[in-house]
């Protein structure tokens, strides 16, 4: 069954597929992809700490950022029970945000790491995750016939899953939206601070020859978009 | 103002009562010699000490304006006087487009006068030697000072204006307005300390020449473009010398001017002026019509405030004036002589306008003004005031409480709120103590405040100001390099087009690329937005889009509306309206029957198989906008099964499944739906996000602009709305959800309002159960598919576009 299928039966709607180099995806409506063969549950972009790490440059943000993000990921990763998590670079928003994690928000994120393998791919925003926050380090990985990795190559990506770039779609509002033309997919930023790139920006759409499908993310269940619906905004 | 004048009788008050040692209000028409009477004391005390041979060079007077613009002419009307009475006195103008030099030589050796703004007095006073700057400051002048008290720019004058007088305890100032209905207000502004300052009134001048157009056509029931009077309208240019025609929003202005230009046989010179357009394009017409170059000019609010800019001779004012006293404003803005009365003619764009006309045209026969919402100073300001106080030098808490509450707009802050603004400024005032370690200001062992590092200072002086402008993008022109229309545009980033202006990009968030709109008199195509320009060129459509533009739509005034009310419920006064608008009326009563003057007449009827609701408030878009949102739920709850709704100045329209004529309507409207349906609401309110982030960034939660960082197009870095969810969620009694509820209730929402409405019509609903919709209700009705209807659930849009690419997959 393909997403479009699963959408019009409303009872499935909540995990259309996204299928990728033949490789089928299941799509969670708070951000996250899930691969059932290998158990693997991809997330990009969280973002951890960038609160503080505006605060540090005087702007104060409210500190919830990370126990939100967190809290969000606690949900997904309860509802798929994933054997690994592919964090997909740009964890946290810079470099000693790891030591700026608050005790409790550290305490969650060894629970959720707890009995699985965590791997975090390296991105701009944090190439050396510390060893004390436990779990792997990556520069990119690959996961049966895709390859997972923070920042979009530009050319030969066939089965790319990237991050980086937190592709927003303006439908009824601004979504965060999984952009692909079934030879890669940009994944959306799952940070609760991470802001968002309107998918028809030339940095996103560049990365596709095909017919971009957006597959947005509402509120509780996830709808799968010809991207040429999607308005303009910035 | 003339050569050998003679001081006019208010012009001699306003002197008598700074000698006497007091401050004064001065209250006069345009054209009445108002700013040289604000500059009469400090004229004559400047000679004064030039006779006693006294050295100058420390700042005397003190003049602030609410515009740049104006302040430069003032400067160039103030020199003649100056050279005339042969005073050697130094007048220099300050505001952000004065150089750094100048402004630093400025501080160093200031000159007699100084004129500015009261974003430039913030930075002054923040700086370390404000107090040597000031100490010597005699005088102050508040220009045009009703424009500018109501607003959170007033609230930022008033702090300025208690520390000047802390460091010039013997300064007097002379506050300059147009005509308002409670001038104690503005004498409390003025005085601080919760005294009143003089009061001095001008005679008013010559009684305007006031008409509403008495069309040949046929009178619209709804919409605002005057489509049907422009013919009319042009006419009247071409009969007059210089015209103003006011619109009330840009996307009207783009309209009329559009419309007008296809009548423009004659090719007579007229222009387009509104906020959105290019600086340089503005300036270019503003020249133009001073040179008396053109024959009328399209235009919005721009210009409604104070410069003469050419001889106007006739004010057009398309659409319902919306206010008493902005009407008064517009109308000024024809011979800005004292003796000569003002031509103006009202052109109402629908029937409902013509009721508002013809409020508006009596009040102003009775130079009635509307009476301001009364003003409490924000918390936003406040702390960006705090930390603009510590970057001058160390102070004690106390001693700025104190001086903070002797600002008329601060009288009634509680220490505790004051404490909490405190803590937000130096740590962000959260419950979780996290940020200690990152404070922006931080109390030492002597008990003082000082800012933590001079990053903090920088950055202050990098986004003083209250005025938040809404996220626009630049327009720009490219050619079309062979690009197929309808197709996004991701090419490699071509510039070097011209700059037509800035559009905000929530609009642009409603346009696909090779959609068109009208801009700038232009129709132009969106190829595609790159970094912070939408890249666009010209193109032909029969049906472009408007761009709608966020805050461009005043209410309709509290004072209108019960005008308005009052004319309905008085069919004697019916004789003055209309033969039209007569008919449409007579036909309610027949058919249904009127609003009263201070119940609500609610009608009910069947159509299309849905149930339709119509209700009368009269209290404005903003407020019944906010009152749909609230019925909606409640209707939701009751089993109504409603699906939408539709408000204009005058009505709201609710469609729904069942007939809410049924309902205990007195339920319906009763006042608790301001309790938890308001909270619910509020929670995911694009309206409630906007007003958070005017707070958040006016509070320096946000940074428009960084030390270090280049300016970017895009002012801010971080989204406010995921802000605002994440504070919701985890604070919710945070103390910038405290100060952006406060600006809802009284801004975007209206909440105020609204509550004063539920109040007023507790058991006065009249309830019409009709079988058809009413003549009344036909206006509201036709906004239907018009405007956004606000009901739909938003998740709607994305599931129609969802199936669309199914029944493409599956044919």
Excluded at chain 2, 61 to 76: E, F, G, M, N, Q
Aim: charged share 25%; aromatic share 6%.
């Amino acid at each position: 069954m393909n997403a479009t299928q699963a959408a019009k039966e409303g009872g499935t709607e909540r995990d259309p597929a996204l299928v990728v180099a033949g490789v089928r995806l299941l799509v969670d409506p708070a951000g996250a992809l899930y691969e059932p063969q290998a158990r693997a549950l991809i997330v990009a972009d969280l973002h951890l700490e960038k609160g503080s790490s505006f605060a540090r440059r005087g702007m104060m943000l409210p500190p919830y950022d990370t126990a939100a993000t967190l809290a969000r990921l606690t949900v997904v990763i309860a509802r798929w029970r994933p054997r690994a998590v592919v964090a997909l670079g740009d964890s946290f928003h810079d470099g000693q945000g790891p030591d700026r994690l608050a005790p409790d928000d550290a305490d969650r994120l060894s629970a959720l790491r707890r009995g699985r393998e965590w791997i975090w791919i390296a991105g701009n925003h944090d190439p050396e995750i510390p060893a004390h926050v436990g779990g792997e380090r990556l520069n990119e990985m690959r996961l049966g016939e895709l390859i997972l990795r923070h920042e979009p190559a530009p050319h030969g990506a066939h089965g790319e899953i990237a991050g980086h770039l937190h592709p927003v779609a303006v439908i009824g509002g601004r979504r965060r939206a999984y952009v692909t033309d079934g030879q890669r997919v940009v994944a959306p930023a799952f940070g609760a601070y991470a802001g968002g790139l309107n998918l028809h920006h030339p940095a996103i759409a560049r990365l596709f020859s095909g017919r971009r499908v957006a597959h947005v993310l509402g509120k509780d269940s996830v709808h799968a978009v010809c991207a040429s619906k999607c308005a303009a905004g910035a | 103002m003339s050569r050998g004048w003679s001081a006019r009788a208010h012009q001699l008050q306003i002197v008598a009562s700074t000698q006497a040692g007091r401050s004064a209000l001065l209250i006069a028409p345009t054209g009445a010699g108002k700013t040289l009477a604000g500059f009469l004391p400090s004229l004559i005390d400047l000679s004064e000490r030039c006779r006693a041979n006294s050295p100058g060079g420390r700042l005397h007077t003190l003049y602030i304006s609410p515009l740049k613009a104006l302040a430069v002419d003032v400067h160039r009307n103030l020199e003649i006087p100056v050279a005339e009475m042969n005073l050697p006195v130094r007048i220099e103008t300050r505001t952000g487009d004065t150089s750094a030099q100048k402004r630093q030589r400025q501080r160093r050796n200031p000159p007699d006068m100084l004129l500015t703004t009261p974003e430039q007095l913030a930075l002054l006073l923040a700086s370390p030697d404000a107090v040597h700057l000031f100490a010597d400051l005699r005088r102050v002048v508040l220009d045009e000072l009703h424009a500018l008290s109501l607003s959170k720019r007033g609230d930022l004058l008033a702090l300025g204006l208690a520390r000047l007088r802390s460091i010039a305890p013997a300064h007097l100032a002379t506050g300059l307005s147009a005509t308002v209905r409670e001038p104690d207000e503005l004498r409390r502004f003025i005085s601080g300390r919760g005294q009143l300052a003089d009061l001095v009134t001008a005679p008013p001048g010559a009684p305007a020449d006031l008409s509403i157009l008495d069309t040949r056509e046929s009178l619209p029931w709804a919409g605002h473009s005057a489509r049907h009077a422009l013919a009319e309208i042009y006419a009247a240019i071409g009969a007059a010398k210089m015209t103003l025609v006011f619109v009330n929003t840009r996307a009207q202005a783009e309209f009329v001017f559009q419309e007008i230009w296809r009548l423009n046989e004659d090719a007579l010179p007229i222009a387009l002026h509104h906020g959105s357009l290019d600086a340089g394009q503005r300036r270019k017409v503003e020249a133009a019509m001073s040179a008396g170059k053109l024959r009328a000019i399209v235009c919005t609010s721009t210009l409604d405030l104070g410069i003469d800019w050419g001889d106007v001779d006739l004010v057009v004012n398309v659409g319902a004036p919306k206010g008493a006293s902005r009407l008064a404003q517009r109308i000024g803005r024809a011979n800005h002589r004292i003796d000569e009365s003002s031509r103006a003619i009202l052109v109402p764009a629908n029937r409902f306008e013509v009721l508002e006309c013809v409020a508006a045209v009596d009040a102003a026969r009775e130079n009635a003004q509307d009476t301001p919402v009364a003003r409490t100073g924000g918390l936003d300001v406040l702390a960006q005031h705090v930390l603009g106080s510590a970057c001058a030098e160390p102070f004690a808490a106390d001693a700025l409480y104190d001086e903070v509450t002797s600002a008329a707009p601060y009288a009634d802050l509680a220490r505790e709120t004051f404490n909490r603004t405190l803590d937000f400024v130096a740590t962000g005032g959260y419950a979780l103590k996290a940020y200690d370690r990152f404070a922006k200001i931080r109390r030492a062992a002597d008990g003082l405040w000082r800012v933590a590092n001079p990053r903090i200072a920088q950055s202050y002086r990098m986004n003083v100001g209250t005025i938040v402008e809404s996220d626009v993008l630049k327009v720009r022109l490219i050619r079309a390099r062979g690009a197929k229309a309808g197709t996004a545009y991701t090419g490699p980033l071509t510039r070097g087009g011209r700059v037509l202006g800035e559009i905000e990009e929530y609009f642009l968030e409603t346009l696909s690329p090779g959609d068109t709109f009208l801009f700038g008199g232009e129709i132009l195509s969106l190829q595609g937005i790159v970094e912070n320009e939408a890249l666009v060129r010209r193109a032909n459509s029969a049906a472009p889009k408007i761009p709608s533009y966020a805050g461009g739509k005043f209410p309709l005034s509290t004072s209108l509306a019960e005008r308005v009310r009052s004319i309905l419920a008085t069919p004697a006064h019916w004789k003055h309206l209309p033969e039209q608008v007569r008919d449409w009326l007579n036909e309610q009563l027949t058919r249904s029957t009127l609003p009263g003057r201070s119940n609500l007449l609610v009608e009910t009827f069947p159509r299309g198989g849905k149930f339709f609701m119509v209700a009368y408030p009269f209290e404005g878009r903003l407020a019944h906008q906010t009152l749909g949102m609230l019925l909606t739920r409640r209707m939701e709850r009751a089993g109504l099964k409603p699906l939408g709704f539709v408000a204009n100045d005058y009505a709201i329209a609710v469609w729904s499944l069942a007939d809410p004529g049924r309902a205990d309507l007195a339920h319906l409207f009763s006042r608790d739906m301001l309790g938890d349906d308001l909270e619910e609401w509020l929670q995911d309110s694009a309206l409630m996000k906007r007003t958070f982030r005017n707070c958040a960034i006016i509070a320096g939660l946000i940074e428009r602009r960084s030390p270090g960082r280049e300016k970017t197009g895009r002012q801010v870095t971080v989204s406010t709305d995921l802000i605002y969810d994440v504070l919701r969620r985890h604070q919710p009694d945070h103390i910038l959800l405290e100060a952006a509820y406060a600006d809802a209730s009284s801004g975007l929402l209206d909440i105020a309002r609204l509550s004063a409405m539920l109040d007023r019509i507790e058991g006065r609903i009249v309830h019409r159960a009709l079988d058809r919709v009413s003549p009344m209700a036909v206006p509201v009705m036709l906004e239907i598919g018009r405007e956004p209807i606000y009901g739909a659930a938003r998740d709607e849009e994305l599931k129609a576009a969802a199936e669309d690419l199914a029944r493409e997959a599956n044919p």
